[in-house]
């Protein structure tokens, strides 16, 4: 799909998969990354990194209907690079710095030109299923299952 100047857009789950990573990530793993690729690239700041709070919603049961949850501190961050791709982010918690550099990790990323990013980002995203999956099987190991046991009809 193009935009109305001509440029191609990615998919748009693609770029909520990783958006989703740099919103998990710690600011170090995020500083290390784009110390891996080399390069910071010259931006300006549309929407300067705010921090406010945000309800969350949960279903009952995981499934069942919507109710507040509570609310949840978020920052957030838009910035412009100087080709105009306008990169974003929100992020859990008060740190205005990680919200910038993922808004910027955001903006490269749409540009596609650097590998090496894109591939640090992938990293990121399987040690984070990983430590998924350790507590999720950590958990697992916990679980007790009740059960009622029937005797016959004394």
């Known amino acids: ?34 110390a891996r690729a080399g390069v910071m690239p010259g931006y300006s700041v549309l929407k300067p990194a705010e921090t406010g709070t945000i309800m969350v919603e949960a279903r009952a049961g995981g499934t069942g209907r919507r109710f507040n949850l509570g609310e949840a501190t978020l920052s957030r961050c838009v910035v412009r690079l100087a080709d105009g791709t306008i990169g974003f982010a929100y992020a859990l918690g008060t740190d205005r710095v990680k919200a910038t550099l993922s808004a910027v990790i955001d903006a490269m990323l749409q540009q596609g030109a650097n590998p090496v990013l894109a591939e640090g980002v992938a990293e990121l995203r399987r040690r984070q299923d990983d430590a998924r999956t350790l507590a999720l099987r950590k958990a697992a190991a916990t679980k007790v299952d009740f059960f009622t046991m029937v005797r016959g009809h004394d």
Do not use: F
């Not at 191609?8 to 784009?34: D, F, I, K, S, Y």
């Open 1 to 34: 799909m193009a935009t109305a100047d001509g440029r191609e857009t990615m998919n748009t789950t693609t770029r909520q998969a990783w958006m989703g990573v740099l919103a998990r990530a710690t600011r170090g793993e995020l500083e290390a990354l784009v």
